[in-house]
């Protein structure tokens, strides 16, 4: 049987799975798991998750190792051993099946790593996941500030 820890501060938001049922989940700090993601694993192959990572809209992260401060994009699979470096984005859609390098961008079906992620790029993947848990805390009645800054009038 598995198991799951979940770290302080993380957010698992609407229709979201996460099942630990055969191998164990670790989702650390400041953590975000956005509607409709999937986090799973097989026997053997645990799935971890670093703090301060975001994990889009309907992706997919199975027996895989997200190191911190990474972005999953919208409907990307990070499958089965991959190990996805920190302050790594990986693009809309794509299907992972390598190791990424720490400070990638990786785009695309098989993904490739495209251009190097710079420390500004890096740094706002953080307060990303920063604003995703201050989103959280109103979602729960327990502040009022959306995290993120309202849209430019035109």
């Not at 698992?12 to 999937?38: C, H, L, M, P, S």
């Not at 953080?126 to 009038?153: E, M, W």
Request: proline content about 6%; charged content about 20%; glycine content about 12%.
């Amino acid at each position: 049987m598995g198991w799951l820890q979940v770290e302080s501060g993380v957010s698992i938001w609407y229709n979201a799975v996460v099942r630990a049922d055969v191998e164990k989940i670790f989702i650390g700090e400041f953590t975000n798991i956005q509607d409709g993601a999937i986090l799973h694993g097989d026997p053997g192959q645990p799935t971890i998750l670093e703090d301060y990572v975001t994990v889009g809209h309907r992706a997919v992260v199975h027996s895989a190792y997200i190191e911190r401060g990474c972005l999953i994009g919208i409907g990307a699979v990070i499958l089965d051993g991959v190990r996805v470096g920190a302050g790594s984005l990986i693009g809309a859609g794509s299907i992972v099946t390598k190791d990424v390098p720490p400070l990638s961008l990786v785009v695309g079906v098989p993904g490739k790593r495209v251009r190097e992620v710079s420390p500004e790029e890096a740094e706002e993947l953080i307060v990303h996941a920063q604003r995703y848990h201050k989103l959280a805390l109103v979602h729960a009645g327990k502040g009022t500030d959306l995290g993120f800054p309202p849209p430019l009038s035109p």
